[in-house]
């Protein structure tokens, strides 16, 4: 998950995801990955090809209305769970492009 402002003073939370770019082969076992808001994330975000990139489009949070991100969240680690969880056929899953500013 991201935080990052809006518009003024208000901040809002943001879920999305990265992977490696497909420019450079790694052993990462996993994939789409968190990361903390830190330099990598912000680099991902940044314009040009870098290491990582955003992998989901930034999906807003809103407190009070958390049904699908609980539901969804709940799914993957039910599938986790029993095994039926698998890698992503495609990365990105869906494009990320223009979801953050």
Known sequence: MSRRPSTGNQCQWFE????????HATS???EPFAFDPHHESRA?????TMMHQ???????LVMGDLNEFINRWADWLAQAATGP????SLM???DPQGSWR
């Open 28 to 30: 990462r076992t996993m």
């Open 85 to 88: 969880l698998a890698h992503p």
């Open 54 to 60: 955003v992998a989901q489009p930034f999906a807003r």
């Open 16 to 23: 999305t995801a990265f992977m490696d770019t497909p420019l």
């Open 92 to 94: 990105p899953e869906r």
């Open 44 to 48: 991902a975000v940044s314009p040009g």
